[in-house]
């Protein structure tokens, strides 16, 4: 430590003034620099190292002069004072002076004073500066706080301007509704005012009228009684007219036969000349395939007649157990296929086919000569039957081999469905197989229909003949249907992809929601299928390509309650479902879905058909076990209410349970299931329940034929279809009963008013299932032949549907065909229904209502655009005809039908469909209807009705 600094710890040495004493200033200045080395200065004050350094160096400049200091009495340099105790220190060695120890004190303490001032003020500028900051802060945060309070009252107030825009428009909508309710009721009560009006003067018009009439016909009366005298001459004319009718009415029968449908003319068909060709195939009940157990039967029948018949020349053994074998393989083929084993009945085929050849080969050996004379012989009529008999069965055991083929390849594609395994063959294979064998099949049935044809039914047992004319009536149908098949099979080969990929688009129809074609449309599926080959079948919501539907149409004006735009899953308006399954792929396209090549829609109740034949089915991951009775309810259950609704997809429950539906009918061993599956299938299409349409007009063209196309039949005579569309009804069609009650009054100058009923009853109310418990709201539409007038309408809702937007003024495009069906519309100011022209029909729509356990009835009464007409049988004979076809709506479970007509008197009835002489008929409207009678003027000469006929 250098000797120079002065440590005020020293026990002896201390600073003195000049008196000698202690000069404590100098010791305080002294111990404020040693303080500054410190951690916590004493004073309170921090002086700085800096600060330090600048007082040592003032201490070190001085030379001793003016400062004094004494040790022991004796004055000292204070430069030269030893910082510690030395035993070498002697006193004598120094010499204090006092040189200028005043100044320096005056320094330090300026010094000091200086520092403390800059300290003074830097504490007193950062204090200055932090308050500035604080104040800043302070400042900035009032002014955030404000800025936050002026935001929340802003949106407040935008909250309460759009809650009192939003509230003024319900209230503006609530009165505009309620106004229109008031001018609809006004409108209603002055409209009933004018039909209580227009009864009164009707009816007075009809008194007066019935007053004038009675005036009149006394009149007449009296002048006829006036001229009785005169009249004698014109009775004995009209006499012998009579008598000469009588007389041609002896020889009616010859002229023709009115119930066995033949006239001079040759064979002559009332049914051929009536029935609507699209409707041939439907309307025959003769449609089903030959059963082989009652061919055996024949057979049997047939030859144990010939071989009793050839008793007397030995061959009875031997004929009858060749027959007997034969027939024994005929039936063991048929279990064989009944257990699918099918190897074990071609082996029986071709067992039967050897015993009937044989047994013919000894019926044969009778000889040529004998055989000829069978016409002159007891009983040789029942040799001919049985060799025919045996002929035919040799025919049927090769026709039951082909088709045995033909089974053989149809179980494999249902095993390898089945089991879910690969199958090599394509469909198209399958279909190229099936041809062939078809063909041979054809060939040995048609051989087998002469052999019958041959076959005298009168060497049948009496009891037995009925199966036999069964059988003779079942051939041509069979053979008809592979002629069916055959022809168009290049067609169904088109179908399955064998000329290039084809995609179906499925369309899965609710009918407890009624719409024109079916059903509402919740569900839609895509077909890809490729040479024969499936590639690819999947199941979606309506809605998902809904959503994607770029372009703005307006739809037809009942559905514009309940949606602003058209979509696919309003297309099928159209009760013509070709028409809408154009719309459909239509829509689908412009959703950016593929180019559909047809459509196939089908309704719940084929689910429920297919489930009567498999019984319940267990759905574990659902908690539920469906069958036909619960199945349309509790589906809709899940669907509506029981989802997950993480995964919302509420339709998964119907994607999952087609395939184990299916499974389960294609694993089936049982003969009996798969023909009860395709019984579902037919009674499906026949009911409508199934509807197909192709892009392929060939194809197009057999669908309509065969009655599977949905379409509306276009007919010249009379014609009724009631079309329900249920317009924001929920589900309530699945519980309202409807009944149809159309009867036709034949006026005596021929013309038609008919008289049609409509009965609606709903049944719900007290459902579980909510939406079974709503108001039945539909728009309702019925079809009647062209140019019909309307003349009374009661039971109908007036109901005036405004647009819900200015279509014209957003853009939106417009169909052409909804557009040519409104602007075709007028309104019948008497009742408010709505009149228009749709598939060469004349349609009369209304708005129709009924509450849960309420029953509506609507009744429409018209003149139809048609009088009875002649129809020629041949050239001298003439009939007048009518008929009706009464067209089910597609997918509906089948209204209650009552048809009747009313005739006057002096026509006769000749033939009527479906009842003989029979003009009323009640049955189900599950089916396409077809009535029709022909009746015969009992006045036939015309020039005499006016006369004669007139005073019956």
Not at 802 to 827: C, H, M, T, W
Not at 918 to 936: H, I, P
Request: glycine share 6%; charged share 30%.
């Amino acid at each position: 430590m250098s000797k120079n600094r002065i440590i005020s710890q020293m026990f002896d040495v201390r600073p003195v003034d000049e008196a000698g004493d202690l000069d404590w200033k100098k010791i305080q200045s002294v111990g404020n620099v040693t303080e500054c080395i410190g951690d916590e200065p004493l004073s309170g004050e921090r002086i700085c190292q800096t600060e330090i350094e600048e007082i040592e160096n003032i201490v070190n400049e001085y030379d001793g002069s003016g400062v004094n200091a004494y040790i022991l009495g004796n004055l000292i340099e204070s430069k030269n004072v030893p910082v510690l105790h030395n035993p070498e220190f002697n006193f004598n060695d120094f010499v204090f002076e006092d040189v200028e120890q005043e100044n320096v004190r005056k320094k330090i303490e300026e010094r000091k004073n200086f520092e403390r001032q800059q300290i003074a003020l830097a504490l007193k500028t950062e204090k200055e500066e932090k308050e500035r900051q604080r104040l800043a802060l302070i400042e900035n945060e009032k002014r955030r706080l404000l800025k936050q309070q002026e935001t929340i009252i802003e949106k407040n107030r935008q909250a309460r301007e759009r809650e009192d825009a939003l509230v003024a428009q319900k209230i503006a909508e609530q009165n505009r509704r309620q106004n229109l309710m008031k001018a609809q009721t006004v409108a209603h009560q002055e409209e009933l005012k004018k039909i209580t009006e227009y009864n009164r003067k009707q009816q007075e018009a009809y008194e007066i009228g019935i007053a004038i009439e009675k005036e009149k016909r006394q009149r007449e009366y009296d002048k006829w009684l006036e001229e009785e005298i005169k009249a004698e001459a014109k009775a004995k004319k009209l006499e012998e007219a009579i008598n000469k009718r009588i007389e041609k009415n002896k020889n009616k029968s010859s002229r023709i036969n009115w119930f066995a449908g033949k006239s001079d003319a040759g064979n002559f068909s009332w049914q051929e000349l009536f029935f609507p060709k699209q409707l041939s195939f439907q309307f025959d009940t003769s449609k089903a395939l030959m059963n082989f157990v009652v061919v055996a039967l024949v057979i049997s029948l047939s030859v144990g007649s010939a071989a009793y018949a050839s008793k007397g020349f030995g061959l009875k053994e031997r004929v009858l157990g060749m027959s007997s074998d034969g027939l024994e393989n005929l039936n063991g083929a048929i279990d064989d296929i009944s257990n699918q084993n099918f190897e074990g009945s071609t082996a029986q085929f071709d067992k039967a086919f050897a015993n009937f050849s044989e047994g013919s080969k000894q019926l044969e050996s009778m000889g040529g000569v004998l055989l000829d004379a069978t016409r002159f012989v007891p009983f040789a009529s029942k040799v001919s039957s049985g060799k025919n008999a045996l002929e035919a069965g040799k025919h049927f055991s090769a026709a039951g081999k082909s088709l045995n083929e033909v089974a053989k390849v149809v179980l494999k594609l249902k095993d390898s469905n089945g089991k879910s395994e690969q199958l090599d063959s394509s469909l198209l294979d399958i279909l190229k197989v099936s041809q062939k064998n078809l063909i041979d099949a054809k060939k040995e049935l048609a051989a087998a229909q002469e052999n019958i044809d041959r076959i005298s039914i009168d060497d049948l047992p009496e009891d037995k003949r009925d199966k036999f004319l069964l059988v003779k009536k079942q051939l041509p149908d069979l053979l008809s249907a592979m002629d069916l098949f055959l022809n168009n099979s290049h067609i169904l080969a088109d179908l399955l992809g064998g000329n290039g990929p084809r995609k179906y688009l499925f369309l899965f129809q609710n009918n407890s929601e009624m719409r024109a074609t079916g059903g509402f449309i919740g569900s839609y599926g895509l077909l890809d299928i490729s040479n024969g080959h499936v590639k690819n079948f999947f199941i979606d919501g309506i809605f998902n390509p809904d959503g994607q539907l770029k372009d703005k149409i307006v739809p037809p004006f009942p559905i514009q309650k309940i949606s602003a735009n058209w979509s696919m899953h309003d297309s099928n308006w159209f009760a013509d479902f070709p028409l809408s399954a154009k719309k459909a792929i239509s829509f689908y396209e412009k959703t950016g879905g593929p180019t559909a090549d047809g459509v196939i829609t089908l309704t719940p109740t084929v689910m429920q058909k297919l489930l009567e034949i498999t019984g319940p089915i267990e759905m574990p991951e659902y908690e539920a076990t469906l069958d036909s009775k619960n199945f349309i309810e509790l589906t809709q259950f899940k669907v509506e209410v029981d989802y997950d609704k993480e995964e919302n997809k509420p339709k998964k429950i119907l994607s999952d349970l087609a395939p184990m539906v299916l499974e389960k009918l294609l694993s089936s061993n049982d003969l009996g299931v798969v023909s009860k599956t395709a019984q579902a299938f037919l009674e499906g299409l026949s009911e409508k329940h199934i509807l197909f349409y192709s892009e392929n007009s060939e194809l197009q063209k057999i669908i309509s034929e065969q009655g599977w196309s949905g379409e509306v039949i276009q007919t010249p005579k009379d014609y009724i279809s009631v079309i329900n569309t249920n317009v924001n009804g929920y589900k309530t069609d699945a519980v309202v009963d409807e009944s149809i009650k159309h009867t036709a009054q034949i006026q005596a100058d021929g013309s038609i008013i008919d008289t049609v009923t409509i009965t609606r009853k709903h049944n719900g109310g007290s459902s579980q299932y909510e939406w079974l418990n709503k108001v039945n709201a539909d728009y309702m539409r019925v079809y009647v032949p062209k140019g019909s007038k309307l003349l009374e309408v009661e039971g109908q809702t007036r109901e005036a549907n405004e647009p819900p937007l200015d279509y014209d003024a957003l853009g939106f495009k417009r169909d052409a065909d909804v557009q040519s069906q409104e602007n075709s519309i007028s309104i019948d100011q008497q009742s408010g229904t709505r009149i228009y022209e749709e598939s060469d029909k004349t349609v009369f729509a209304n708005w129709t209502y009924v509450s849960p356990q309420e029953t509506m009835t609507i009744t429409y009464k018209y003149l139809l655009p048609f009088s009875l007409f002649k129809v020629s049988i041949d050239e001298k004979q003439q009939a007048d005809s009518y008929s009706l076809v009464a067209q089910k709506q597609s997918g509906s479970v089948g209204s209650a039908f009552v048809s009747s007509i009313s005739y006057p008197s002096e026509y006769d009835i000749k033939w009527s469909f479906p009842n003989e002489n029979n003009l009323e008929t009640e049955t189900k409207l599950d089916k396409d209807r077809f009535f029709g009678a022909v009746f015969e003027d009992e006045c036939l000469p015309r020039q005499i009705q006016q006369g004669w006929c007139s005073l019956l």
